[in-house]
């Protein structure tokens, strides 16, 4: 008897489109892939590093409508700009302020974002009595180093699992080199980094920790924290990541300057993060033959765009930013995030920093959240 195994012309119909089916499903995924990456820095970078953002409470509380769908579109990590430092989360001896953390953790984890904490351990924003005695007094090393214990077993302890890195110490070295002589150091000694990661590791073993710095391009700063992290290294004291933050001008510091930091913290074994970036297009006092009056308002030529941005200075942060992020694609090897402090334009800290009440233009979106063309050329060279 013969077996007839010729498939049917009906068979061979269904075969063909479920083929048919299945490419043209794989092109759709591709094409909507594509279309998704040409609209959003995280997945234009998803291979590279993450790419992050600052937020404080509305952002992430939805009071600002236009806000959550940007950071949901282009951002896959956050970081709080305030809501975790020591005078807002820990106010008096037995008071914490949980409740906004709570919310930007919620947030960050219902879109499924690298969630840092920032910072367990600075010189500012730290309430007086954090460093007294009832009295007023400074207090003793070994109470001190308690209260900070107490502090970050608290807090970090109580979102062990959900933040996924700590800047556990803050800006602890000078620009000239050598330690900030600050309340820290004078009352506890150097060793108070060294406390600081320990408890940290305590508190939050599966987080990473991070040492956070500005201006670690300038050679004597960045020596004195490779000191500082060899330090933590030789005595088995667990540092995951350097971050460096980029508070940058229109013109310094060259990538060059960037990029010997980069290579020099990298090599170290630590994680590189590029935190806190954003670029000051307005005048410092130095910069201009004119003294900021005691009262009235911002004189013009320290506060220059009030109205709005120039196309040449447009123009000028596009370049800038290009050239910061080819200098990061050169070392995605090495850059595990790239975080912006702050959302758009008009939420930025540098509309009064240095000098309050001033029309600033730092970041990739302008006043009313729309993408500037410093956004293009970042997205340009995503592609490239």
């Keep these: ?33 594509e279309s998704s990456d040409s609209n959003s820095l995280s997945n234009s970078y998803r291979y590279d590093y993450k790419i992050g953002v600052a937020l404080n409470h509305s952002q992430v509380a939805g009071e600002i409508p236009q ?23 820990h106010p008096n001896p037995d008071e914490y302020n949980f409740t906004p953390v709570d919310t930007f953790v919620e947030f960050g984890e219902e879109n499924e ?32 180093l308690q209260r900070m ?16 890195g700590w800047d556990v110490v803050n800006e602890a070295a000078l620009d000239e080199g050598g ?62 990541g350097v971050g460096m933050q980029a508070h940058l001008k229109i013109d310094t510091p060259s990538v060059e300057m960037m990029e010997e930091s980069i290579s020099a913290f ?53 370049n800038r930013y290009s050239a910061l992020f080819e200098l990061f694609q050169k070392h995605s090897d090495k850059i595990e995030r790239v975080t912006f402090w702050g959302l758009n334009d008009r939420q930025s800290w540098l509309n009064n920093f240095p000098i309050r009440d001033r029309t600033n233009y730092p970041l990739l979106f302008g006043r009313e959240f729309e993408a500037k063309p410093a956004y293009e050329a970042v997205m340009e060279v995503a592609k490239d």
């Design 1 to 33: 008897m013969k077996h007839n195994h010729s498939i049917g012309t009906n068979t061979w119909s269904t075969l063909l489109l479920i083929l048919f089916l299945i490419i043209t499903g794989c092109i759709n995924e591709q094409q909507n892939q």
């Design 67 to 89: 806000a959550t769908p940007l950071i949901r579109q282009h951002f896959n990590s956050i970081t709080p700009e305030n809501l975790l430092k020591w005078e807002r989360v």
């Design 113 to 144: 974002m690298f969630i840092i904490g920032h910072t367990l351990i600075w010189h500012s924003q730290v309430p007086d009595w954090v460093f007294e005695t009832e009295n007023g007094e400074a207090i003793g090393r070994d109470e001190l």
């Design 149 to 164: 214990r107490n502090h970050i077993q608290t807090v970090a302890g109580r979102y062990q699992g959900r933040i996924d």
């Design 179 to 240: 330690m900030r002589e600050s309340k820290w150091y004078q009352l506890v000694g150097e060793d108070y980094v060294q406390k600081a990661f320990e408890y940290a590791d305590e508190a939050a073993p599966g987080a990473e920790l991070y040492y956070n710095d500005y201006n670690l391009w300038i050679p004597e700063k960045r020596e004195t924290v490779i000191a500082l992290v060899k330090n933590l290294q030789e005595n088995n004291i667990r540092i995951d």
């Design 266 to 318: 990298s090599e170290l074994g630590l994680k590189v993060m590029i935190t806190e970036l954003d670029i000051d297009l307005l005048p410092r006092e130095e910069d201009v033959d004119i003294e900021l009056p005691e009262d009235g308002p911002v004189p013009e030529a320290l506060n220059p765009f009030t109205e709005y941005l120039p196309d040449s200075m447009h123009q000028e942060l596009a």
